[in-house]
């Protein structure tokens, strides 16, 4: 069964930068497309970052220049470098596989506040 656990999110300023991590099992990490959404209270979960299989990288607007996402196939691990927050960064970050997707883990909070 596929799992995911991400980590590495918290309470930061604006302007801050945190490093989340997403850590997968229940199968094959490597083959996959793989993406970081978020969902901000009130909001529908969007993708905003996402990576292929080959590495090739794309992000929503809002988030250009400012989010890296990257990708371990050894440690089967996701990651998502978050520069420059800003409040409307706050949200509940989320991994999973582009299509289909599977079954949502319970995602790692980011709060961008003074």
């Known amino acids: 069964q596929a799992q995911f656990v991400e980590s590495g999110g918290g309470l930061v300023q604006p302007g801050g930068s945190l490093r989340l991590s997403c850590v997968v099992s229940?199968?094959?990490?490597?083959?996959?497309?793989m993406g970081w959404y978020r969902q901000a209270p009130g909001k529908q979960r969007e993708l905003v970052a996402s990576i292929t299989s080959d590495g090739n990288t794309n992000y929503e607007d809002s988030v250009k220049g400012r989010f890296t996402i990257s990708r371990d196939n050894a440690k089967r691990t996701l990651y998502l470098q978050v520069n420059s927050l800003k409040v409307e960064d706050t949200a509940v970050y989320y991994c999973?596989?582009?299509?289909?997707?599977?079954?949502w883990g319970q995602g790692t909070q980011v709060t961008v506040s003074t």
């Open positions: 999973n596989r582009i299509s289909p997707q599977l079954p």
């Open positions: 229940g199968f094959v990490f490597s083959w996959n497309n």
